[in-house]
């Protein structure tokens, strides 16, 4: 997998995105030799049911939580952009951002959510969608252009993504095998411990969901992408 790999950047919208989508895929790529960052967009204060939590608590617990997730699965970095959770838009200033991180880390693979609204209204949550638009429009073309962004130079030079994992879950173009990360999975899922009341619950769920994906190639547990490669 990891053949023409050596950088990744994982964008996703919240705190525990990049470990429910690509937490397997994240631990395999870094087990490979990568160097994995991971860039989250918003801050995550409104992910909460206790009626005596505040944003600001949360934000703080929520990033401290996806730290440790990281340091589970050998993440080389974790960074936030802050945008309050579940108002992310599709701005300049976001883009801008985005493509900051991209020229920055120069990551040869991308990772990100789909920008499709599917019924499935948890993997395509509003901010999900704005997100994984915006990381696509990031990879092409403003990274790559020089004249975009003018003010990102010259300290942050255009860089060419070359391949992008959509997470995908209908019909995905790759299957990836996470049989034998699906525990480090689990472990790093379950240091976001503010956002599940029962985490017995969701380590079945993601079991179930995860050994569907496998199912039609033989594995026990998957992770499912679309992929996009870029020409050089
Ligand atoms: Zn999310």
Not at 122 to 136: E, F, K, M, W
Request: glycine fraction near 6%; charged fraction near 30%; proline fraction near 5%.
């Amino acid at each position: 997998m990891a053949d023409t790999i050596q950088r990744v950047l994982v964008v996703t919208a919240h705190p525990d995105d990049s470990e429910f989508g690509a937490g397997g895929t994240v631990a395999k790529l870094v087990k490979d030799g990568c160097e994995v960052t991971y860039l989250i967009v918003t801050n995550g204060n409104k992910g909460s049911s206790d009626r005596t939590m505040t944003p600001e608590r949360l934000v703080a617990i929520r990033a401290e939580e996806q730290r440790q997730a990281a340091r589970t699965l050998g993440v080389a970095r974790v960074e936030f952009l802050g945008y309050p959770d579940g108002e992310v838009e599709d701005t300049r200033e976001v883009r801008r951002e985005v493509t900051r991180h991209i020229r920055r880390w120069r990551p040869d693979l991308l990772i990100c959510q789909s920008p499709n609204r599917t019924y499935n209204l948890g993997a395509s949550h509003r901010d999900h969608r704005t997100v994984g638009g915006v990381a696509l429009d990031c990879v092409y073309p403003l990274a790559r252009d020089h004249m975009a962004f003018p003010e990102l130079m010259p300290e942050f030079e255009p860089h060419k993504v070359r391949q992008v994992y959509v997470m995908q879950w209908q019909n995905p173009h790759l299957v990836i095998d996470i049989s034998d990360v699906i525990d480090l999975k689990l472990r790093a899922l379950a240091c976001h411990a503010s956002q599940f009341a029962d985490f017995s619950k969701v380590e079945a769920r993601v079991r179930e969901r995860s050994a569907e994906l496998g199912k039609a190639k033989g594995y026990a547990y998957a992770e499912a992408f679309d992929h996009i490669l870029l020409p050089f």
